[in-house]
């Protein structure tokens, strides 16, 4: 079954020699996704597998197990944020907080609380007083 969801991916990992699994944390939770081939660098989907690529996520769908990735429309490349260390290392922390915290809790509310503060930083807001 074909799905389009809307999420951010918030964490990936390499698995065998040319592809990834991503995890993308969505309204919903947490999904794993096999993004194959995505390690090679004339792979259409390489650029859109990586931390803070917020967008829509087709998937040939599991209920059980990894979904596939087709395609991603992006919403938000987050390109200010990916410019600067500072801005970098800050969004990469509210990543991997918001994984932790919604693996403690499961709490819907963590998916856009995490894209409204990635959307202040990269509107240029402090993202020192944002991550506190």
Do not use: P, W
């Not at 998937?59 to 992006?74: C, H, P």
């Not at 410019?83 to 932790?100: A, C, F, G, T, V």
């Not at 709490?107 to 402090?126: F, P, Q, T, V």
């Amino acid at each position: 079954m074909i799905k389009k969801i809307e999420g951010i991916v918030i964490s990936e990992i390499d698995y065998k020699e040319s592809s990834k699994i991503i995890n993308i944390l969505t309204k919903e939770g947490i999904i794993g996704i096999l993004a194959k081939g995505t390690k090679k660098v004339k792979n259409k989907l390489s650029g859109v597998t990586s931390k803070l690529t917020y967008g829509y996520f087709h998937l040939n769908y599991k209920e059980n197990g990894l979904s596939t990735l087709i395609e991603v429309d992006i919403i938000d490349n987050f390109k200010n944020i990916r410019k600067d260390i500072s801005l970098m290392s800050y969004s990469l922390y509210l990543l991997e907080l918001s994984h932790r915290v919604y693996k403690q809790c499961d709490n819907i509310s963590i998916y856009d609380m995490l894209i409204a503060s990635l959307k202040k930083i990269e509107e240029g807001l402090d993202y020192k007083a944002i991550t506190i």
